[in-house]
Each structure stands twice: as C-alpha cells, then as structure tokens.
C-alpha cells in the first residue's frame, strides 16, 4: 500500500503566511512544502507525481464518504460521529508514512486513515449504525479500532511499540489524539514512557485548533504542543499539516526513526476541524463563520489538487471520474450495510464477546433475555433526523413539548 | 426559562445560578460549561451572568478538574466541577477516592471538602461508546462520599441545591435521557431536598418496588399497568440518595407488602440492588415477613452495547412489569 519515496525529503521551510490564526506560535517554525496556490515553496518535488496523486484520491474519498456519513446522519440512517472535514492531509499524509506492519492506533476522528488502511466503509456504517460488528477486527491487521475516551490509546501505542521491540521487528506504531487530548496526564506518561524507553512511537497530534468549544489557546499555553517533545528526550515538529507533502515528508522521515529503533517523535500537525465536532454539536455557538472562511482558503484538498494541476498530473475529467468511482462504490456500501441491519440483527449477541468462553451465570441471562425478547423488536435504528440547538452532545435527546403547549401540569410521564 | 414548569436542564441551570448567587464562594468548572453551556446545556448563560472567573472552560483534564477542585475548596472556594459524562469520570477517579473522598478523616475533621462532581449518566440516548454507562456503584463503595441521583426537574433542583451546601464531597449523576422528557414545577430560591431521604411516589400494600434516577418513570408505568390489569398496590419508592442510603423508606414498605424488587439501569451484578437486599437480610422484622424471593429488573451483565442494541440491554417497562407480575404471583 505505502511505498517509501524515492528521494530523500528535502529540509524543512519556515512558514510563508500565517496558516494558524488561532495559534500564534510566534517564532516557532513550521515545516511546509506547498503554499495554498498549490506553488511549491523551494527545491524539486520531494515525491514522485504518481504517489502524490495517489494520496489525493485517498483525500477525496474520505471527504466524499465523510459528507455522505453526515447527510446520513442527518436523514436519520446513522448515529452521531465526528467527521474529519478539513484534516485529510494531516491524516492522509501520516498513514502513507506507514507500512501494513506499523501498528495505527486511531483516536475517533480518522476516518480518512482507516480508509486508506483498508477498512470496508461498510463496517464504518454499521459502528456508526450501532453495531459492533462494524469494529471486529481481522486478526492479521495491525489497526485498533477507534477509541473514545481522550488519550487514552498514547499508551496502547507505547505498548505496542514495546512488544515490537522485544520481538524483534521492524516496526512502528503512530497514535493519532486532538490539541485537547495534550492536557490529558496519560497523554504526558505515553510520552515520558516512550522517551525513557526509547520505544518506536510517533506521536500525531492534530491541532486542529479546537477541543469542542475550547479553543486551543485555552488548552495550554502558546507554545507548540510539539516542544513537549524536548523534555521527554526526543524530536518534536509542527507541520503544517494541510500540506501533505509536507506531513507525508515528516512522518516518513519518523516513522523509520520508529521502525529502525532511533524512539520516538511528536509530529503537530497545524490543521482545522472545517466541520463539527460531532453530528450532535452546533459550532455557531462557540465560534464566527470568518474563521472557518479563513480556513477553507486553506483546505487541504484544494492546495494539493492545485499543485498536481499545476504539474500536469491531475485534471477535471480525472476528478469526475474519480468522483463517479467513489460514489458508485459508496452506494454498494451503504446498500450492504442497511441490507445487514434490515436482516435481523441478533439481540443476544452482545453476550458473545464479553468473555472467550461464557460463564454459565451469564450463560442463564443469555436465556433469560431470549425469553424476554422472543416476538418483540428491541433493536434500534438511529431514528429520526437531527435538528439543530438540541445539544445532545452525543446522541439523542427524548424533547417535553414547549412549555405552552405542555400538558395542564405535574407531567412526569 | 420562564415560567416555573422547567425541564431538568432547566432546573439544574436554575440551581446553579440561585445557588451561585446566593454564595460568591460557588463557583463551576469543567470541560466546555463556558462558552457552550456544557454539552448538554447544564450550564448556559452561567458565564455570562457570573464572569469567567466563576465559570471556567478548562483544559481537557478531568483528574485535575476534581484534584484542582480539591485544592479550591481547601483553599476556601466552594467548586461544583462538571465531568462531562460519567464514563469519563473514571480518568478522575485517582483523585475521587484516594484524596477526596478522605481528606476529612486524614485530617480528623481538620480539611472538610465541599465539592460538587456532576456527570451526565446513563443511556437511553442513542449515544456513543463510553456515554452511556451507569456507574454508580464505583462511587456508592467508597467511603466518605455522598452519592445522588435525581430523577426529574423537581429533584434535581432541590438535590443540587443541597449538594452545593454540603460540607461532604457529593457525586451528582444526572440521568440524562431525561434531560429534557418532561417539565416539573419548581419554586424560585425554594428549599434544598435533604440528602439521605428517598420519596415514596406511589402507595401499595402488594410489592414494593425500589428505584431511583430514569428508572422512576419506566417503574411508575410498569406500576400503573400491573394495578390497571390486576388491583394490586404496587408501591414506589425513589432512592434519590444512593449514599447514605435512606433505610427506614424501603424496611418499612417491605415489611408492609413482603414483596420487593428493585430495578436499576446498572449492570446486576454488583449492582445495588445487592445492598439493598442484604439489608433487608439483616433486618429480622423485615426478613421474616418476605411472602416472596426478593428479585432484581437491571441491566444484563455485559459492557453497553452501541446503540443498536441498547433497548435490548437496559431494563424497560415490559421486563419490569413482568418481573412485578412474577413477585406477586410467586
Ligand atoms: C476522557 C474524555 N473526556 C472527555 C471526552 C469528551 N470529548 C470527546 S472529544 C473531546 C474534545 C477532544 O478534543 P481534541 O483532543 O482536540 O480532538 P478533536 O475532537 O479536536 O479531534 C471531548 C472533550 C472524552 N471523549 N473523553
Ligand atoms: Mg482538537
């Protein structure tokens, strides 16, 4: 899947125009390759056209299918998920840097890498439709499925780089977490463990300048998250991570330093979370449309489209074709994917997993469930469509009608 | 917000602010309670009413918003922080028990800690892995805390309000499915509910079922249909405090009726319906009256399932009517 490219990545630039308006980062220097205009900044192409083209259908696919995940959402076909609108260099750049053998240990917003990873969009739409059985995991693969809580797969990666280590491979593991996730202690110990250990782990951290409705200026002081590194005793960069060359560039260059036993890095790419947090939250409350106008300029998919068309590698008829491919696929999925819901989903699997063998207590609720599910439907679609200012954070919430329409009094029903 | 028939985030809103107002000791932090109001709104327009001194979106960290909160109400603040749901209070959980469910006694009475923790609990929801879970028990078995749960807009008012002014660390879950299912009158500055008196909701002689937080409304209709198809009197009881239980509620029901089940959203095992029947246990005026098992409607234990599978997980009207038709013919 992944090639290594065929030259040596050329040394890093500073910055041309400030790409981060809500991280000042003043005096930091940040890796960059290609302006917004799609120019690149100095010296020859660091990757061969082809590859890069490559990584640009990645980049579309994930948006196409990531725009697609949200209309569903909307239409009521899905559950809540976090898009990754706006971060497809940094995520696409990064899992490019990887081999099949590298272990991905994602956060929840990575749905441009585990595409590119090759999960099916289908298991993406049956986790997002509820179902576990969108996360099971073929045994040869080395991608842990997305993990929810804040940080706390730093150190599943730290592990994993340990156990390939002490057996002997050459291979890494990148762990992807948010700005937010930095203030998180297990996201510190991660590090410190990788540091003293000198364990093959790149750190991906994308700053995608918001924690929900923290801004990242009220998540830890203005200093690049990526100088951390220092202190726990290996390198740390800021890319900018809406250029893919530039991400692809550095994470290369880290990604052996992690297969080849030379520890760890931190790699802050500097991006912006263009939609969403989540399908649940409203970013009108916490922040203006100037700021996202500011960085669609930036967008990821225009700046690399713009650089292979300049070059002569990329053109309309070949992004409608590519587009025209996406879809198509997209409808095969998303058709496999309600057809498996629709087919009677078993209620009483979720005993199956809770331990390798079941123990006959949990053996007797298995029945006991069964009774009391037999001839009735108590497995549920997403229901219906979002409506905006409901704040649910995460999924759905039961609304009591408003307060003059209410029923005459009491109302606990 | 106007008028007094309030939602539960309505409710909470307002005791918060009475609360605030009333005290300049008060003060709320937490993930996102600023600018946004708390994901679920708990908190909105909290900032703008009180400055952001009082009102602190802070970093991404729940082990110090609690280890800070613990130095702010040493330090003479009086902070209710906010988890911004309860699976994620397991992060805190290293400052919860070892420091401040204990600083009273380690400093013999010297340190008392006057903290709030709130977290949205439990499911029903349609949410995402780790936001459903009902945790409660990792709480209810740790000496020193206080643990509540409300279960509507009337209740969680007056809980909080008298969370806030105690000098115990409290544990304030709210179930959130029911956020905003239905509206309750609540008083303006009315009184705090005491902590440590449950609420007997319906009256029966037949069975006593025992409950507390979103189980209340699936109990009282599984009630109201076992007494429309067969007359028996089922009685209710809201638990509310978890911690420190209210005993006399439940021993004197029981003895009264001989029948008992107690329904939580928990998983069984664990669960505190366990608690509630060893007490009944050690209870010999109470023991010796049982006319039938003592029996628990919860959860199935296994881990919370994705959404698809949640209604088949969590204990609903029909399990709980059943298991009362069950208890009563037993
Ligand atoms: C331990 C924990 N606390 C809180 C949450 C709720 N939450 C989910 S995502 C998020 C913000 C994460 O921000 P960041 O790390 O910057 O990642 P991003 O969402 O921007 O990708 C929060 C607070 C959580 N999932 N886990
Ligand atoms: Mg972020």
Same mark, same amino acid.
């Given at each position: ?413 | ?144 805390? !206080? %643990? ?9 008012? &007056?809980?909080?309000? /008298?969370? *806030?002014?105690?000098? $115990? ?92 089940? !107690? %329904? ?9 319906? &366990?608690?509630?029947? /060893?007490? *009944?246990?050690?209870? $010999? ?46």
């Amino acid at each position: 899947m992944a090639k290594t490219p065929a030259k040596k990545p050329p040394a890093p630039v500073p910055p041309g125009a400030p790409v981060a308006p809500c991280s000042t980062y003043a005096g930091a220097s940040m890796v960059r390759f290609v302006d917004e205009a799609g120019n690149l900044l100095a010296g020859e192409a660091p990757f061969p056209d082809e590859r890069v083209a490559e990584l640009y259908r990645h980049m579309v696919r994930a948006r196409r299918f990531d725009a697609r995940m949200l209309k569903l959402q909307r239409q009521g076909r899905i559950g809540t998920f976090a898009p990754c609108f706006g971060q497809e260099a940094a995520q696409v750049g990064s899992i490019a840097a990887c081999t099949p053998k590298d272990w991905f240990v994602p956060s929840f917003r990575e749905l441009a890498c585990a595409l590119y990873r090759g999960a099916p969009m289908r298991n993406v739409l049956l986790y997002g439709m509820g179902l576990e059985e969108g996360s099971a995991a073929p045994p040869d693969a080395r991608d842990l499925p997305i993990s929810i809580p804040v940080g706390g797969q730093s150190s599943h990666a730290v592990g994993l780089a340990w156990a390939m280590k002490l057996r002997g491979e050459r291979a890494g593991a990148i762990v992807y977490f948010g700005d937010g996730a930095t203030s998180e202690g297990i996201v510190h110990e991660a590090m410190n463990f990788a540091g003293v250990m000198k364990l093959g782990v790149v750190f991906l951290c994308q700053n995608n300048q918001w924690a929900i409705s923290t801004p990242r200026v009220h998540q830890a002081s203005d200093r690049p998250l990526a100088e951390r590194a220092a202190a726990y005793g290996f390198p740390g960069v800021v890319v900018d991570g809406n250029d893919l060359l530039a991400v692809l560039s550095v994470c290369t260059e880290a990604m052996e330093r992690a297969r080849s036993g030379g520890g760890a890095t931190f790699v802050e790419c500097i991006t912006y979370r263009r939609g969403v947090h989540t399908t649940a939250d409203d970013p009108r409350v916490y922040r203006g449309e100037e700021e996202e106008k500011a960085w669609e300029s930036r967008d990821p998919l225009d700046r690399t489209r713009r650089y292979l068309e300049k070059r002569g590698a990329w053109d309309a008829a070949r992004e409608r074709a590519l587009e025209e491919a996406v879809d198509a696929e997209m409808q095969v999925e998303i058709q496999a994917a309600e057809d498996y819901r629709a087919s009677s989903v078993n209620p009483l699997e979720m005993f199956d997993y809770v331990y390798v063998s079941m123990p006959p207590y949990l053996k007797a609720q298995r029945d006991e469930a069964e009774e009391a599910f037999r001839g009735r439907n108590v497995v549920v679609g997403a229901s219906a469509p979002w409506v905006p200012g409901g704040a649910a954070a995460v999924g759905q919430l039961e609304e009591a009608p408003p307060e003059d329409a209410a029923a005459p009094k009491g109302g606990a029903r | 917000m106007s008028g007094n028939s309030v939602t539960m985030v309505e409710a909470l809103n307002r005791a918060l602010a009475e609360e605030m107002e009333r005290d300049p000791r008060v003060m709320i932090l937490g993930e996102d309670v600023g600018v946004d109001g708390g994901v679920f709104r708990v908190t909105k327009g909290l900032q703008d009413r009180f400055g952001k001194d009082r009102v602190v979106d802070s970093p991404l960290a729940e082990a110090c918003i609690v280890g800070a909160s613990v130095g702010l109400a040493i330090g003479g603040m009086r902070p209710v922080c906010e988890m911004q749901f309860s699976g994620f209070m397991n992060f805190a959980y290293g400052q919860i028990q070892p420091h401040m469910s204990r600083f009273l006694g380690r400093t013999r009475g010297g340190r008392r800690m006057p903290v709030v923790v709130r977290a949205p609990s439990g499911g029903g929801i349609r949410a995402l892995e780790h936001h459903c879970e009902s945790e409660e028990m990792s709480y209810v078995s740790v000496p020193g805390l !206080v %643990v509540l749960m409300p279960s509507g807009p009337r209740t969680a008012y &007056g809980l909080l309000k /008298a969370a *806030i002014r105690s000098e $115990e660390p409290v544990i304030f879950f709210e179930p959130k499915s029911i956020y905003r299912a239905f509206r309750e009158e609540i008083p303006v500055d009315g009184d705090p509910y005491p902590i440590g008196k449950a609420e007997v909701l319906v009256r029966g002689n037949d069975v006593t079922v025992v409950t507390w937080g979103a189980m209340v409304r699936k109990c009282r209709e599984a009630a109201e249909r076992v007494a429309a198809s067969t007359g028996a009197g089922v009685e209710v009881i809201d638990l509310l405090t978890l911690k420190p239980m209210d005993p006399e509620a439940v021993m004197e029901s029981v003895k009264r009726t001989g029948r008992c089940v !107690v %329904v939580h959203e928990a998983p069984r095992t664990g669960g505190f319906a &366990g608690e509630i029947f /060893a007490r *009944i246990n050690e209870r $010999e005026d109470v023991f010796y009256g049982l006319r039938a098992p003592l029996a628990r409607v919860a959860a199935y234990d296994v881990p919370y399932p994705l959404f698809a599978r949640e209604n088949a997980y969590l204990p609903d009207t029909d399990r709980i009517e059943a298991q009362i038709l069950r208890t009563l013919n037993a």
